[in-house]
């Protein structure tokens, strides 16, 4: 479909391990942002990558983060070294040149549980 | 300056009923004011949105009521339906920061 796509869709491991999501974008979108979802919780931003320039990393919780963008295009999120309070749905979003209208589009998420 | 509050966090109507969900700022700064609206096990996906320089949105059943001077703006849905059962979440941007709400767990009843 046209939509954004991530995998997996749902991530079980153990608490130490590391674990990579991956989000691709709407084709043409050149913002891409990751949001964190906890339970219940509203929507903790992560990082934004716009075109070439550096990423806003002003979200990630603890360098244990972190996230690339290659070729403009995929992106994925890494995570080191898991704990349990890592538990969460992280949400990829897309938008088009200079974010004219505020519109973002998610994808489904990737649920991540840490045992 | 960076947060937008939202009330209440969960809120139960009855079907045909009216919907009423709040959100609170503090940058003046933004200029983007969206409502995205999230089905279990979905992402958010936009609503309605409204930019500071009017005072009202109407879409459908769906209305946005912006009070620059307060820095409050509000989501109406009326004739409440089943179907909008979902969680609501109020943002507010500028250029490239889109700050979100804590999120309304929308429920209504049949």
């Known amino acids: 479909g046209a939509g954004v796509s991530q995998s997996p869709s749902n991530k079980v491991t153990e608490k130490g391990k590391d674990v990579e999501l991956r989000c691709d974008p709407i084709s043409g979108h050149t913002a891409l942002y990751w949001y964190r979802q906890s339970l219940g919780q509203g929507l903790e931003f992560l990082i934004y990558?716009?075109?070439?320039?550096?990423?806003?990393k002003s979200g990630l919780p603890s360098d244990r983060f972190s996230a690339e963008r290659t070729g403009g295009s995929v992106s994925t999120l890494t995570i080191q070294r898991t704990q349990q309070e890592d538990s969460a749905v992280y949400l990829c979003?897309?938008?088009?040149?200079?974010?004219?209208?505020?519109?973002?589009?998610f994808g489904e998420g990737s649920r991540l549980t840490v045992l | 300056q960076q947060q937008v509050k939202q009330s209440p966090q969960s809120l139960i109507v009855q079907k045909g009923g009216i919907s009423i969900i709040n959100c609170a700022y503090e940058?003046?700064?933004?200029?983007?004011f969206p409502w995205y609206q999230q089905f279990p096990g979905k992402g958010p996906a936009l609503l309605i949105a409204i930019r500071p320089d009017v005072s009202e949105k109407k879409e459908g059943r769906f209305t946005i009521s912006f009070n620059k001077s307060a820095k409050q703006f509000s989501l109406h849905i009326m004739d409440s339906q089943p179907g909008d059962s979902a969680t609501y979440f109020c943002?507010?941007?500028?250029?490239?920061?889109?700050?979100f709400g804590s999120g309304t767990r929308l429920s209504i009843r049949p």
């Open positions: 990558f716009q075109g070439n320039s550096a990423p806003d």
């Open positions: 940058n003046t700064a933004f200029d983007y």
């Open positions: 979003a897309s938008s088009s040149v200079a974010f004219n209208n505020g519109e973002l589009f």
């Open positions: 943002a507010a941007s500028r250029a490239s920061k889109i700050i």
